[in-house]
């Protein structure tokens, strides 16, 4: 090929590239390609991207074009920086019943290597071995099927995110959100259940419970309610973003019965300890709970003078028998140390706690022992130490309960059992500040409104 051939090929080629570059983008003017939308535009941290866009003002002439293209040598071709980097697509998993992270990872086209790698990336993220139906789990995969982001919401305010890091290693954060927080009231009086009458007035299964175990060491309710004993509850309500997410705390309570009317105020101190106390600083919790079980039935009361079921003979019965259903647990009536564990003549399987200088108690007929206890180890109030049974000498399943006080038996229902801890004087002050405003509004409930609570 000659000389002038070679330079009119070149030319020609040097203006076709200076036409097509130069040469208007079929978009019209103003408007950039952007990049397809995310499968989840509104789930946080998913980053929205536009593909950049090149100005012609940065173009260079024509003749300086074809001086380049004079001057440049063939090279291997490369990647065109201008392309658009694929954007990882965010999609959700739902728990089904039976599955685990394995399962779930499977059916979303993961391997058993990407399981392994996010549940040993670190404490926040071995939550992810406890899925409960109904999860939802949010999974941001790669255009090579790799798995570059994660989050799972592990309450109402703490969500689990993780994403890789430069190396590629899993770096596991865990964000919490603050919830609102609102007052709520209910109050409801008794027609034939502490439960029915705490449905009625709007209460949460929960709520009722709590209810109970403010009250429990001054009433028993299984056998001292009576119609129309009446309640008051002021509680928490917790709200995010306007929508409620659950119950709270009850923060003041009155409970009438049988005409005596008793109040609780919580109170939490600086350190974060939290308890119930009565309007003048003492606490509602007892030395002892007043009973140790859950139970239908009271089978047999105190009474020294009773007639033994079994051997038919005069035998004082020193202690109050709670029928129950086998296997219901027994819990410590009060903080102390078990001085016997084991079998017990007619007792059958026995418990006895020590409690200070002055109180024992002991529970009997126990089906078997709670694990963990020996003799000489100490038990806190409400742990359980056993379980409802029927061994030795007893003709059904029940716990049978006694209380001493200085070796004497005393009957466990009538007992006045010692009072704990009143409110510490260092926070008397910030106590009555915070208590002011709970009375006042339980002073304000009208008796003759029921007001159905979340609304």
């Known amino acids: ?38 499968a989840l535009p509104d789930a946080p941290g998913v980053p929205t991207t536009v593909a950049p866009t090149r100005s012609t003002a940065s173009l260079p002439d024509a003749d300086t074009l074809m001086d ?32 685990n992270l394995a399962a779930l ?80 009231e209910a109050e409801g009086r008794i027609a034939s259940s502490l439960y029915n009458a705490g449905i009625e007035a709007g209460l949460s299964d929960r709520l009722i419970m709590q209810l109970a175990g403010i009250f429990g060491w001054d009433i ?73 079980t859950d139970f239908t039935r009271v089978s047999s009361e105190f009474n020294p003078d009773r007639v033994h079921p079994v051997y038919g003979t005069k035998r004082p019965h020193r202690g109050t028998d709670y029928a129950a259903p086998p296997g219901t647990p027994i819990k410590a009536a009060g903080d102390g140390k078990v001085i016997e564990r084991g079998r017990k003549g007619g007792y059958g399987n026995t418990v006895v706690l020590k409690h200070g200088t002055r109180y024992t108690t002991l529970y009997a007929h126990m089906r078997r022992f709670a694990n963990g206890h020996s003799v000489g180890d100490r038990v806190k109030q409400g742990e359980i130490i056993g379980y409802v049974g029927s061994t030795g000498l007893s003709t059904g399943p029940h716990l049978h309960y006694e209380f001493r006080v200085d070796g004497t038996h005393r009957n466990p229902r009538t007992v006045d059992l010692p009072e704990a801890k009143p409110i510490a004087e260092r926070y008397r002050d910030d106590f009555e500040r915070q208590a002011a405003p709970l009375i006042a509004k339980l002073d304000g409930l009208s008796p003759t409104r029921v007001a159905q609570a979340g609304d």
């Open 1 to 38: 090929m000659n000389r002038r051939l070679k330079t009119g090929l070149l030319v020609t080629g040097s203006a076709l590239i200076a036409a097509a570059l130069i040469a208007p983008s079929s978009n019209p003017p103003g408007q950039a390609q952007a990049s397809r939308a995310l």
């Open 68 to 99: 380049r293209v004079s001057n440049t040598r063939p090279v291997a071709s490369a990647a065109d920086e201008s392309a658009e980097t694929p954007v990882a697509e965010w999609s959700v998993e739902t728990v089904r019943n039976g599955d």
């Open 105 to 184: 990872f499977k059916r979303a086209g993961l391997s058993a290597r990407d399981v392994h790698d996010v549940v040993n990336a670190g404490d926040p993220a071995s939550q992810l071995t406890r899925l409960f139906p109904g999860d939802e789990l949010y999974l941001q995969v790669s255009d090579n099927e790799r798995l570059v982001g994660l989050r799972y919401a592990m309450s109402p305010t703490r969500t689990l995110h993780m994403t890789r890091d430069a190396a590629g290693d899993w770096q596991p954060r865990v964000e919490t959100v603050e919830l609102e927080r609102r007052t709520a």
């Open 220 to 292: 028993d309710f299984a056998l001292d309610l009576r119609r129309n004993d009446s309640f008051a509850v002021v509680y928490e309500t917790l709200y995010r973003d306007g929508q409620k997410v659950r119950n709270g705390q009850i923060l003041a309570a009155e409970f009438v019965n049988r005409g005596e009317r008793f109040r609780a105020l919580r109170y939490e101190t600086p350190e974060g300890e939290s308890n119930y106390y009565a309007p003048d600083g003492r606490s509602m919790r007892k030395a002892f709970l007043r009973t140790p």
